[in-house]
């Protein structure tokens, strides 16, 4: 009988999936792994970081819609995996991560480098094994694919004690899902559906608010169609930028906390909120007995549990947001647009009105508004645009103008600074052929800036634009408003760390820009460079802050559209 | 706030019964009772879990999202048995004996363990039931107590007319 050990196992189930790279760092438990690994079609990439190997599983996802895989060791190889677990959980991005263990033996012993990974990371994926049985290993990489990918994607963890990965099973195929409990509604209920073409039929004042399930489902061609069609305007979330033509006549940018005013009060003022691929966040929200108070809702989920957790829908429909857009559709058939000029001529005043302004003095500090409008301008918006978090995700959410999916990728309900590096080198792996263009915090780009071995030393030729303030901008800027003032500890220093030199050394051009007229001539010079990564340290004004903003759990009728808002 | 009480089939896999109890303190659910134990069908448990929350939408919807939870029904005494067992040892110094086994008697409760001064009794029945044994002998002194936790079974639907209870 043939038999093949179970790390063998792991890297042909791996090969199986059509996985072709895959993120991580090795160590003592899953050694086993790595020596199939070496054999195998399979690129492996060395993170520096097992964080980083997470995040770049991420950021390959996004850019590409498939699994990504990141591949580390047992204890705190594992522990450090639990941030990019829970930011995958969160912004529902399918990954697969494959842990080591300590022997089956030493389990619960407080083994070298044994940490309980599967109790850990419970609650920050969508399911997790840990396998005690080497015959499992096939198919319950298969199963770990079909829940990442399918339903509301997330991140699935396996656990692979040593002793499994060096015992011995007979392959079989095909694998097997034994899944008794995990059916995703696909199909709409054609009765809601009925349901729902009646009510936008009916309504004065419709708003699609679209969200990160558009991407997920790939359903941004319905999206537009059904906004066409039912001529209702749009916006979307943070997680949805790029679910929506951001040039189409209909698109009022992103609401909430630092929204457009067009997009918050449509929302306010609407008598019909189509929540496609949403969940209601608190960022875009704000106070939710203020939200939308005119509004019946239509709501759409893959997750039936997001329906109703935060506001209660007229109708529900629990399904694949792509699916159910394509029954809209159909069943809209050839009804005309309804005819919304009224409505659509306030919306269309409210953002000809209230443009997402910031004022560049030439002679003045340089204002990073006016580095990342220069950058949409001189790559054509032509680009997958990775940010980390803060003020400056902020201001490329609002100051870039995304037309197409999978061009945006950042991390939006964990808020994980840090996301940026690795998840830029991910999104890079995923898409080689495009220019892949990091707009990076100082705060959030030395929480993982190492990973920028990693890309000169595999290749990744990636885009930085540092957005460097000296400062945790977002927090200051809250100090600015709500704490009088106090900059406690929040200063990291513009001069203190020699960011051009710091990408030099790690095998990068470094550039630094410190007045407004160098900022072309430098994102030039970036875009033709592409054999290795590029830094452009754009020096940047500390006390701008991120307008329009509606301050935490405030009412979204009352939006700070500017400094002259404030007394 | 409101009791609830809910039938869980999950699959009978190591861990599960951690990520349902870990599920609910997650989101916030307290748990009042829950039992565990093997089904008919050897791959599946079954868990009888009784949950202080507002409503229960949400906490099946979020108990639902668990890979490894196979169905949810929600019961209540129309529609289903609940049952409780309690060992409850009751003090009987002096002159009490007589009385305590009085209410035993009036509850159907079993002496299961007589010693000089305590008598241990097996009292079962409707959580109603069970409750209220354990508040008339309360005045006589418990020693010690322990409650199962409810377990409960969806009644025939179909044959419900012809049952008398």
């Not at chain 1, 106070?287 to 939308?292: E, L, R």
């Not at chain 1, 033709?528 to 009412?555: C, K, Q, T």
């Not at chain 2, 069970?130 to 107590?145: S, T």
């Amino acid at each position: 009988m043939n038999t093949i050990s179970g790390a063998q196992a792991v890297i042909k189930a791996l090969e199986r999936e059509g996985v072709d790279i895959v993120f991580g760092v090795p160590g003592g438990a899953i050694l086993p792994a790595y020596d199939p690994l070496y054999d195998s079609p399979i690129r492996h990439v060395l993170a520096r970081h097992e964080q980083g190997a997470g995040h770049m599983a991420e950021g390959y996802a996004w850019a590409t819609g498939k699994v990504g895989v990141c591949i580390v060791t047992s204890g705190p190889a594992a522990t450090n995996l639990v941030t990019p677990l829970a930011n995958a959980l969160m912004d529902s991005i399918p990954i697969v991560a494959i842990t080591g263990q300590v022997a089956t033996t030493s389990v619960g012993n407080d083994a070298f480098q044994e940490a309980y990974t599967t109790g850990i990371t419970m609650n920050a994926t969508k399911h997790n094994y840990f396998v005690t049985n080497p015959d499992d290993i096939p198919d319950v990489i298969h199963e770990a694919f079909h829940i990442a990918a399918t339903g509301r994607p997330g991140p699935v963890l396996v656990d692979l004690p040593k002793d499994i990965l060096n015992a011995h099973l007979k392959w079989h195929k095909p694998p097997k899902l034994d899944l008794p409990g995990y059916k995703p509604t696909v199909e709409g209920h054609p009765r809601r559906i009925l349901e729902a073409i009646k009510l936008i039929e009916s309504a004065h004042r419709p708003v699609i608010y679209a969200g990160g399930g558009i991407i997920k489902a790939n359903a941004s061609d319905h999206l537009r169609r059904f906004a066409e069609q039912t001529n209702a305007p749009v916006v979307t979330t943070l997680m949805g930028l790029g679910g929506f033509p951001g040039t189409h006549d209909l698109f009022l940018g992103m609401p909430g906390m630092h929204g457009t005013y067009a997009a918050t009060t449509a929302i306010q003022k609407a008598d019909l909120l189509i929540a496609l691929g949403v969940r209601f966040d608190d960022r875009v929200t704000g106070n939710p007995d203020f939200f939308a108070p005119h509004a019946s809702v239509i709501h759409v989920d893959v997750d039936p549990a997001e329906i109703g957790k935060v506001r209660q829908a007229e109708i529900p429909i629990v399904g694949d947001v792509g699916r159910v857009l394509e029954q809209m559709l159909e069943a809209w058939a050839n009804r005309p647009a309804p005819d919304h000029k009224e409505w659509l001529d306030r919306v269309k005043s409210w953002r000809a009105d209230n443009p997402v302004r910031f004022d560049q003095n030439p002679n003045g500090p340089l204002k990073p508004q006016f580095v990342i409008e220069e950058l949409y301008r001189r790559t054509g918006g032509d680009a997958i645009v990775v940010s980390g978090v803060g003020q400056h995700q902020m201001w490329t959410a609002l100051h870039w103008k995304f037309s197409r999916p999978r061009e945006w990728i950042n991390s939006g309900g964990l808020g994980t600074m840090g996301f940026g590096v690795p998840a830029a080198i991910g999104a890079k792996a995923g898409a080689p052929e495009r220019t892949v263009y990091l707009i990076d915090g100082d705060g959030s780009f030395q929480m993982t800036h190492q990973e920028l071995a990693t890309a000169s030393a595999e290749g990744f030729p990636i885009k930085i634009a540092l957005i460097n303030n000296g400062v945790h901008g977002m927090v200051r800027q809250w100090q600015t408003l709500f704490y009088g003032s106090r900059y406690s500890g929040s200063e990291l220093g513009r001069d203190t760390v020699n960011f051009p030199m710091l990408a030099e050394a790690m095998g990068c051009i470094g550039m630094r820009v410190e007045t407004p007229g160098e900022v072309g001539p430098a994102i030039e010079k970036s875009l033709s460079i592409n054999d290795r990564p590029v830094l452009i340290e754009f020096v940047v004004d500390p006390d701008e802050m991120v307008f329009p903003m509606v301050p935490a759990g405030g009412s979204n009728d009352q939006i700070i559209l500017g400094p002259e808002d404030l007394e | 706030m409101n009791q609830h009480t809910l039938s869980v089939l999950v699959e009978n896999k190591a861990g599960v019964l951690a990520r349902v109890s870990s599920l609910l303190a997650r989101r916030g659910f307290n748990i009042h009772s829950l039992a565990v134990g093997p089904t008919a069908d050897e791959g599946i448990s079954r868990m009888t879990i009784v949950v202080d929350a507002p409503e229960l939408e949400q906490v099946k919807k979020q108990l639902h999202k668990l890979i490894n939870v196979v169905k949810i029904t929600e019961l209540d005494r129309a529609t289903a048995v609940e049952r409780e067992i309690s060992l409850v040892r009751v003090s009987t110094d002096g002159q009490k004996r007589s009385d305590v086994l009085e209410v035993a008697t009036l509850f159907d409760a079993v002496a299961v363990d007589v010693g000089v001064s305590t008598i241990m009794f097996l009292v079962t029945g409707s959580p109603d039931k069970v409750n209220d044994f354990v508040e008339l002998v309360r005045p006589y002194g418990i020693a010690d107590l322990v409650k199962s936790g409810r377990v409960a079974l969806a009644r025939d639907q179909k044959s419900r007319k012809l049952r008398a209870i």
